[in-house]
């Protein structure tokens, strides 16, 4: 490991500054017997000293710094949704052939525990994982001009390096970006063959259920962190074919 000239210079300075403390202590007292006391007693306590710095203080300024990271992670990931992965999963929700499955189980989250939220996202992983998407039952031209629309505003996620901590929104944006520019490089989205369907069909089922779990752990988050912000997404559900801002009794 390459040592920076400065921390050299400052490590032998010092050094230097406590060797001449000694010296002068010698000079003034001349009792080594007491001075050699003091020198094994700091000695001692030098490791105590790492201990209480390097594991603990410095643990409890580590959990600290990463309680901060994951609050700012999850404004980002709030945000994404709300100009986003809500309009998204409403748009997704057309190519798939079972999503009124998909809605039946996931609309009423809002009286779900949490036990509820960890068996939902293991349905979802098994349902994505056999979903039917058939891009000719939904509407690719609305799709793609709502991508290329959020394009920008995606591309200025990926440049927060907060993501680089949370993997699995990192790989959602990907999928989205993906589709993005499958779609972005056809303008004519009638007239797909189809070889070309069912490869555009793959990347729609890729994103979809990709944020489908993620919605699902965003929304155990914003149960249990935020209920203010639970309570409005609970009510713009975008599996809930009524889903409404208006609170109602």
Same mark, same amino acid.
């Given at each position: 490991?390459?040592?920076?000239?400065?921390?050299?210079?400052?490590?032998?300075?010092?050094?230097?500054?406590?060797?001449?403390?000694?010296?002068?202590? $010698?000079?003034?007292?001349?009792?080594? !017997? !007491?001075?050699?006391?003091?020198?094994?007693?700091?000695?001692?306590? &030098?490791? &105590?000293?790492?201990?209480?710095?390097?594991? =603990?203080? !410095?643990?409890?300024?580590?959990?600290?710094?990463?309680?901060?990271? &994951?609050?700012?992670?999850? +404004?980002?990931?709030?945000?994404?949704? *709300?100009?986003?992965?809500?309009?998204?999963?409403?748009?997704?929700?057309?190519?798939?052939?079972?999503?009124?499955?998909?809605? *039946?189980?996931?609309?009423?989250?809002?009286?779900?525990?949490?036990?509820?939220?960890?068996?939902?996202?293991?349905?979802?992983?098994? $349902?994505?994982?056999?979903?039917?998407?058939?891009?000719?039952?939904?509407?690719?031209?609305?799709?793609?001009?709502?991508?290329?629309?959020?394009?920008?505003?995606?591309?200025?996620?990926?440049?927060?390096?907060?993501? =680089?901590? %949370?993997?699995?929104?990192?790989?959602?944006?990907?999928?989205?970006? !993906?589709?993005?520019?499958?779609?972005?490089?056809?303008?004519?989205?009638?007239?797909?063959?189809?070889?070309?369907?069912? %490869?555009?069909?793959?990347?729609?089922?890729?994103?979809?259920?990709?944020?489908?779990?993620?919605?699902?752990?965003?929304?155990?988050? +914003?149960?249990?962190? $935020?209920? $203010?912000?639970? *309570?409005?997404?609970?009510?713009?559900?975008?599996?809930?074919?009524?889903?409404?801002?208006?609170?109602?009794?």
């Amino acid at each position: 490991m390459k040592l920076d000239r400065w921390k050299i210079f400052w490590g032998i300075l010092l050094v230097a500054l406590s060797a001449c403390a000694y010296i002068i202590h $010698y000079f003034i007292f001349r009792d080594p !017997h !007491h001075l050699f006391i003091f020198l094994v007693g700091d000695f001692a306590f &030098v490791f &105590v000293e790492v201990l209480l710095v390097t594991m =603990i203080i !410095h643990e409890l300024l580590n959990y600290r710094e990463k309680k901060a990271v &994951v609050e700012k992670m999850n +404004m980002i990931i709030s945000a994404f949704f *709300s100009e986003v992965g809500s309009p998204l999963l409403r748009l997704f929700a057309g190519f798939d052939r079972g999503s009124e499955e998909l809605k *039946s189980r996931l609309s009423d989250c809002g009286l779900w525990s949490d036990v509820a939220f960890e068996g939902a996202a293991r349905t979802c992983r098994l $349902y994505t994982g056999d979903m039917d998407i058939d891009c000719n039952r939904g509407n690719l031209a609305a799709l793609r001009e709502f991508l290329l629309e959020k394009r920008t505003f995606m591309l200025s996620l990926l440049q927060n390096p907060k993501l =680089i901590d %949370h993997e699995r929104f990192t790989d959602l944006l990907w999928a989205i970006f !993906h589709l993005t520019e499958e779609l972005a490089f056809r303008d004519d989205m009638s007239g797909l063959g189809e070889a070309d369907s069912r %490869h555009i069909a793959v990347d729609i089922k890729r994103a979809y259920g990709a944020l489908t779990e993620m919605w699902i752990g965003y929304m155990l988050r +914003m149960k249990n962190e $935020y209920p $203010y912000l639970f *309570s409005l997404a609970v009510r713009m559900n975008p599996f809930d074919p009524e889903a409404s801002p208006e609170v109602k009794e």
